[in-house]
């Protein structure tokens, strides 16, 4: 089975300043990592994903992600959060083999301050 | 390309009383999946469909929910009786539906529902 930990419920960050969103998983199978943003009032939006290859992920609105299989860790960080990147962020994992079981952490809540 | 639709988007209803959701995947995608959301929980699988027939519903509370996709295209969910328990918000996904491992899933914006 799969699980997937975001410590931080909310994290409150100044505008300007970086960020850093924690996530861990555990798995007993290799996994591809998802991280999505919820905006208030709206659906999931992709941000990036790792499936293979450089561990380095870089997505949409200039966040990336660094997998490391070692600490079983997917943390996604901005080097200068905007008001707009106010939102509730989640990741997620599933199984390689399995394109169906995503399974989502319980979202970290960013705050930006002006 | 257009994105998953879903509607209504926000509906408040009486304990007890029976609402639908509807939701409309992008198009030409084969698999369909209805989620649920809990106020600070991330979404939770209630049911997949591969075109129009169940691929899992093993987390649908099938004494209240139902849920079906007739024509492998759009799906409508179904809650009768709700239960204060059932606030949610119900997403939609949709993805292509091939072998292909790196195939992603693709959220609708959701229906927020509140059960008084």
């Known amino acids: 089975a799969q699980s997937v930990t975001q410590l931080d419920s909310q994290v409150p960050v100044f505008e300007e300043a970086p960020v850093e969103l924690r996530c861990n998983y555990s798995?007993?199978?290799?996994?591809?990592l998802f991280w999505y943003v919820q905006y208030p009032n709206q659906g999931l939006q992709l941000l990036l994903k790792?499936?293979?290859?450089?561990?380095l992920v870089k997505g949409i609105n200039g966040f990336e992600a660094e997998f490391n299989k070692s600490q079983t860790s997917f943390h996604l960080r901005k080097p200068s959060v905007h008001i707009s990147d106010t939102a509730e962020y989640f990741c997620a994992v599933r199984p390689v083999w399995n394109t169906d079981k995503l399974i989502f952490g319980t979202g970290t809540r960013l705050q930006v301050f002006p | 390309e257009a994105g998953v639709a879903q509607s209504p988007r926000y509906k408040i209803i009486e304990k007890r009383q029976s609402v639908a959701f509807w939701c409309n995947p992008i198009s030409g995608h084969a698999t369909l999946y209805w989620y649920q959301q809990i106020l600070g929980q991330g979404p939770k699988l209630l049911i997949q469909?591969?075109?129009?027939?169940?691929?899992?519903d093993s987390q649908l509370p099938k004494d209240r929910f139902s849920a079906e996709r007739l024509k492998g295209v759009d799906s409508t969910l179904k809650i009768q009786p709700a239960k204060l328990e059932d606030s949610a918000v119900y997403l939609c996904a949709s993805r292509a539906g091939g072998q292909a491992q790196t195939d992603t899933q693709y959220f609708g914006p959701g229906t927020r529902l509140t059960v008084l």
């Open positions: 798995s007993s199978v290799s996994v591809y």
């Open positions: 469909f591969q075109n129009n027939g169940v691929v899992d």
């Open positions: 790792y499936l293979s290859g450089s561990t």
